[in-house]
């Protein structure tokens, strides 16, 4: 089973910057989709940002397109998450995330069932 280890959250002003890190290991298949969804206290999970092993292709949420870029440093199979221009309603707990999935399965929309795994979560505080 793959273990996903987020790191990089914190608390950070209205307009800051951070990047989460996901370091991903003992994944068992070679298709898959990768990302980033959140929760954010009192609400529902939210499929942030995707990208798919196949081609590389990318997906955002409608709420942070053009503020978060995901990447990827395949040597490191390290999967990372820019988060530019933060509001405060950015605040939650972002987990990585992967699956045996397309990622118009994984964004906006995400469920539980279909994710192989995810990590533990790491808390994004932004302050107005």
């Known amino acids: 089973e793959a273990q996903l280890v987020e790191s990089g959250g914190g608390l950070v002003q209205a307009g800051g910057s951070l990047r989460l890190s996901c370091a991903a290991s003992g994944v068992p298949f070679d298709d898959y989709a990768i990302g980033w969804f959140r929760q954010a206290p009192g609400k529902g999970r939210e499929g942030v940002s995707c990208m798919h092993s196949r081609d590389g292709s990318t997906y955002y949420a409608r709420s942070v397109k053009g503020r978060f870029t995901i990447s990827s440093d395949n040597a490191r199979s390290t999967v990372y998450l820019q988060m530019n221009s933060l509001k405060p309603e950015d605040t939650a707990v972002y987990y990585c995330?992967?699956?045996?999935?397309?990622?118009?399965?994984?964004?906006?929309?995400?469920?539980?069932?279909?994710?192989?795994?995810w990590g533990q979560g790491t808390p994004v505080t932004v302050s107005s």
């Open positions: 995330a992967i699956g045996r999935l397309e990622c118009p399965t994984f964004v906006p929309s995400v469920t539980l069932g279909p994710l192989h795994a």
